[in-house]
């Protein structure tokens, strides 16, 4: 078996403030994925990357970067935290099929005061 | 536009009843339909999947029922446990491509 590692677990943020979000996984999977929940919206992709160095832009990628520079690693910026903005970002990884399994870690809980 | 919907919000049941919790979907194309298990504090899990070419897909205590005409499934949990409380999300991919989550369901059993 594997695991996703995600760091922080929790992250709390001042406004405007540019944070970075890490997430590991030892599944050696191609595909990497970074979901946004929030209560009542369910899981929002922002970033998904099919393969390292690749990057594929998600319903909701508008304010948020992210890097793949290893096959191990996907990171996440928020590039200019939102004044009250709750969240939890999920990282999730898959084998490229047609039917694919996401292996989820157990996500970062953002605040911003 | 919510893609892939779900209702009902939460859901509370006792033990050893049947939950049902039901999902909707807007594009035809959509041929994967897998439901993932979240506990809190935990990411979700996949739980079990069904393809479009299926109308049922049972494992265990848990059966999708699947009407690709509706465009509509659910998952039925029979004899619910009080472990089964988690919230339930309702998923849908087209060829390989990435998820679409719906806002899941929230089932609390009660003993």
Not at chain 1, 80 to 101: D, R
Not at chain 2, 12 to 40: H, K, M, R
Request: proline share 4%.
């Amino acid at each position: 078996g594997g695991i996703i590692t995600q760091t922080p677990k929790f992250l709390i943020g001042q406004e405007g403030q540019k944070l970075t979000l890490k997430c590991q996984q030892n599944f050696n999977h191609d595909t990497m994925y970074w979901y946004r929940q929030d209560s009542g919206k369910g899981l929002r992709l922002i970033y998904y990357s099919i393969t390292e160095n690749d990057l594929q832009k998600g319903d909701l990628s508008e304010g948020y970067d992210a890097s793949r520079e290893k096959k191990s690693s996907f990171s996440l910026t928020v590039t200019s935290a939102q004044k009250n903005e709750m969240a939890v970002f999920l990282c999730a990884s898959s084998i490229p099929k047609s039917q694919n399994t996401l292996y989820f870690g157990a996500g970062t809980r953002l605040s911003v005061l | 536009q919510q893609q892939v919907r779900q209702s009902p919000q939460s859901l509370t049941v006792w033990e050893g009843e049947t939950a049902i919790l039901n999902c909707s979907y807007e594009n035809s194309a959509f041929d994967y339909f897998p439901w993932y298990q979240q506990f809190p504090g935990e990411g979700p899990a996949l739980l079990i999947s069904i393809l479009s070419v299926s109308d049922k897909k049972e494992d265990g205590r848990f059966t999708i029922f699947f009407n690709k005409r509706e465009k509509k499934l659910s998952l039925h949990i029979a004899d619910s446990q009080p472990g089964d409380s988690a919230t339930y999300f309702c998923a849908a991919s087209q060829g390989g491509r990435a998820l679409i989550f719906g806002t899941g369901t929230t089932v609390s059993v009660s003993p």
